[in-house]
């Protein structure tokens, strides 16, 4: 059973910057693909990544966050991370780690329609709040 440890997570004013962690235990990092998801006040987790990230360090970002968030890992200290730049108020929710077993090109799988289903293990949330 692989678990997943976040933190990172706070209260910031629109514009600030705030970075994720994500820490598994059980396997290595690098034989895990793994992304971030989020879950907006008052609406269910979304289905799709806001960033994911191969074994190989291929990443991918949502389009919503192009250019103001990017993902990356760190092999030798087995952490994931999300940079959180120019955040806006609706950014404000629960941001998800998650992970499976990777796979050839596994990150964009959690980027498209049904990502979500594709993920094996979750990490507990940690509280993104961005106010205007």
């Known amino acids: 059973q692989v678990q997943l440890m976040e933190s990172g997570g706070g209260s910031v004013q629109s514009g600030g910057s705030l970075r994720l962690s994500c820490v598994p235990s059980g396997p290595a990092i690098d034989s895990l693909c793994m992304g971030w998801f989020r879950q907006e006040p008052g609406k269910a987790r979304e289905g799709v990544a806001v960033?994911?990230?191969?074994?190989?360090?291929?990443?991918n970002v949502a389009d919503s966050a192009k250019g103001r968030f990017s993902i990356s890992k760190d092999n030798a200290k087995n952490t994931l991370y999300l940079q959180m730049n120019s955040l806006q108020p609706d950014d404000t929710a629960v941001y998800y780690c998650?992970?499976?077993?990777?796979?050839?090109?596994?990150?964009?799988?959690?980027?498209?329609?049904?990502?979500?289903?594709?993920?094996?293990?979750w990490g507990q949330g940690t509280q993104v709040t961005v106010s205007s």
């Open positions: 998650a992970a499976r077993a990777a796979t050839l090109g596994c990150s964009y799988w959690f980027m498209v329609r049904g990502g979500s289903e594709r993920v094996a293990y």
């Open positions: 960033a994911a990230i191969d074994k190989d360090g291929t990443t």
